[in-house]
């Protein structure tokens, strides 16, 4: 047998080896199948299982947000249906007030909040003034009385709208805290599992950046809530101011009727 010949059947001896160890060596390597579909098995990535896979630190970030978001739509709802009340009884008692003629014949029952307290409070300032011939001086003394008064229902409408200034402000930094707290606890993960797999990594940045969304959740409608809020406060505010404005005219003519009265005498 020539040499060409001798080398042509060892490399056919060689490949029928290896063709007939193929099926152990794919059994060799199974034991080792499990591992790499463990590691692409995908976990329970809805808002609901986000959460309850989440850190305690997150879980706490996540439901002081939800309670947030709540106190936003109870203060928005509150205080819709007070100020449309204030406002409607606003703009009748000043309709009602245009109507009057004296303050001192005025019956307060008659009349609707807020003119009857600024009438009242006029009222009160006339009889304690009694015999006292200072006509500027009591004016002075009923516009007055007529600020604080005003002052005290802006304060009172004004009432719940600071909390939600409050929520805009902080929420979206309370939810980044639980993001950057989650994601440290992901690179906390990797460098203890010694691997990069993807599977591994993104549910916990996941559950992380469910905190930045409920975070915006929160603030975005506070902030526009507030401003609806102060435009509406800004309009009753104006309301309370004409109120007053008005029942300073009304005992501007009742003191310039008296002097008249006494110069006829």
Known sequence: MSPHQKHFEACRAVLA???ACTPYIACAQEPNAPVEAIAVLPRDLSPWGMFMSADVVVK????GLIIASIVTWTVWLAKTIELMKARRQARAALAALNAIQTLRNAKLSNLKEPAASFCGEAIAEFRLSEGIADKDGLKERIDSRLE???AALSRRINRGTGVLATI????PFVGLFGTVWGIMNSFIGISKSHTTNLAVVAPGIAEALLA???????AIPAVVVYNFFARQITGYRAMLSDTSAEVLRIVSRDLDRAMSARGAE
């Open 212 to 218: 930045t969304a409920l975070g915006l959740a929160a």
């Open 17 to 19: 080896i290896a063709y």
């Open 148 to 150: 604080r008064l005003e």
């Open 168 to 171: 805009g402000a902080t929420a």
């Open 60 to 63: 706490a970030v996540m439901i």
